[in-house]
């Protein structure tokens, strides 16, 4: 695509199907790269990556062959078949239906890059419904909470 110049940063963000603590640290540094190549082989480039125990942020410089939805779904599908091939988890292993989207310009991307590093201290005091929500609400996302994630509280 000659004569294509783009700079575009999104912030992906998706849960694990039920919001159940399966991703463990026993293997989410292998999914990280996993999903790192998969962004990677996507024309798009990996920039942060973060796989909570029931949710993961995925920042990428998206390319302008390819849509966010594509790229997302490619991520989704890809790593759960990774996941599910190797057995890290009994039962079978999947994302919910959904995620959130969320662009950025290129000044705010080192701040972005340190949030999703810092997810494990974040996430001490907040929990993943409260983050999910202030991000919906920071970037004016207009939603039906019936069309939200399923939401499971932990004791």
Not at 10 to 28: C, D, L, P, Y
Not at 60 to 88: A, C, D, L
Request: charged share 25%; proline share 3%.
């Amino acid at each position: 695509m000659a004569n294509t110049y783009t700079q575009m940063y999104v912030q992906i963000v998706f849960s694990v199907q039920g919001r159940a603590n399966i991703i463990s640290e026993r293997f989410r540094d292998e999914l990280e790269k996993y999903i790192c190549g998969i962004v990677s082989a996507n024309k798009c480039k990996p920039i942060a990556i973060y796989c909570n125990p029931d949710h993961s942020h995925v920042f990428v410089g998206i390319h302008p062959t390819i849509s966010v939805s594509k790229i997302t779904e490619q991520i989704k599908s890809g790593s759960s078949n990774w996941i599910n091939e190797r057995k890290f988890i009994v039962g079978k292993f999947n994302w919910q239906d959904g995620y959130g989207a969320f662009t950025y310009s290129k000044s705010q991307v080192d701040n972005v890059v340190k949030y999703i590093q810092n997810q494990p201290e974040h996430h001490k005091k907040q929990t993943f419904r409260e983050e999910y929500l202030l991000l919906l609400e920071k970037f004016e996302i207009v939603y039906d909470t019936k069309y939200l994630f399923e939401w499971y509280e932990k004791d």
